[in-house]
């Protein structure tokens, strides 16, 4: 049982180029998240899906994409990368009988160069 | 939609004594209230949570208290310990079918 998987852990891109942040989960959480984290402005909620073939905008979803063909996986598309995309990401899951309870994957640390 | 504030943004605090760290938020149809604690380099992990149906909950050196008229709530931790050091979330649940919205985190450091 590996929880929450996120790949890969660390990635520069160079402005403009695209890349897709990987998240696994092997729980059976039907509930997926994305947020990004900058220093000192806490967790920011990207994307989320209650479910397969279901994704919702969250707070900060300009640039990014998301898709959920699987209940296991939900990754995040960046199409076109800016400085401003600098910073950590992660992935959580959580099962709809405890939807607050979120199990976090490892982070993603994102430089855009 | 939600909004959460979280006070203050670092504490630092001597090995033993107590730390209180509050927040508020907007929504009064939230009813949970999750806390998170991170440490460095780290993914955050949940600590203790609460229900807006109750207004204090205990685990053990930590509680959460929980203000609902008011629209806030507060972490307790006493007789800090050095590995209690970490970044801490508090962040507010809605309903089914939307997400955490956390507040900004607290960094607590606790010296020896």
């Known amino acids: 049982n590996a929880g929450v998987t996120q790949t890969p852990k660390f990635r520069i891109l160079k402005i403009g180029q695209s890349m897709t942040l990987q998240c696994t989960q092997d729980?059976?959480?039907?509930?997926m998240y994305w947020y990004r984290q900058d220093p000192g402005m806490g967790l920011k909620l990207i994307y989320y899906?209650?479910?397969?073939?279901?994704?919702d905008k969250g707070e900060v979803p300009n640039g990014y994409n998301v898709s959920r063909s699987t209940t296991e996986d939900f990754p995040l598309r960046l199409e076109l990368a800016a400085p401003s995309q600098t910073s950590v990401y992660f992935c959580?899951?959580?099962?709809?009988?405890?939807?607050?309870?979120?199990?976090f994957g490892s982070g993603t640390r994102l430089t855009v160069v | 939609g939600e909004n959460v504030e979280q006070h203050p943004s670092t504490l630092s605090v001597q090995e033993g004594d107590s730390a209180v760290i509050k927040c508020t938020y907007s929504?009064?149809?939230?009813?949970?209230f999750p806390w998170y604690k991170q440490e460095l380099g780290k993914r955050p992990q949940l600590i203790i949570d609460?229900?807006?149906?109750?207004g204090e909950k205990k685990d053990q050196r930590i509680a959460v208290t929980l203000n609902k008229t008011a629209k806030h709530f507060s972490l307790h931790i006493t007789e800090t310990q050095p590995e209690d050091s970490a970044v801490y979330f508090c962040?507010?649940?809605?309903?089914?079918?939307?997400?955490?919205?956390f507040g900004k985190g607290t960094t607590l450091s606790v010296s020896s």
């Open positions: 929504d009064s149809a939230s009813n949970y």
């Open positions: 899906s209650v479910g397969a073939g279901i994704t």
């Open positions: 959580a899951s959580s099962h709809s009988d405890r939807p607050y309870g979120y199990t």
């Open positions: 962040a507010a649940w809605r309903q089914a079918g939307t997400a955490l919205i």
């Open positions: 609460i229900r807006s149906n109750v």
């Open positions: 729980m059976n959480h039907n509930y």
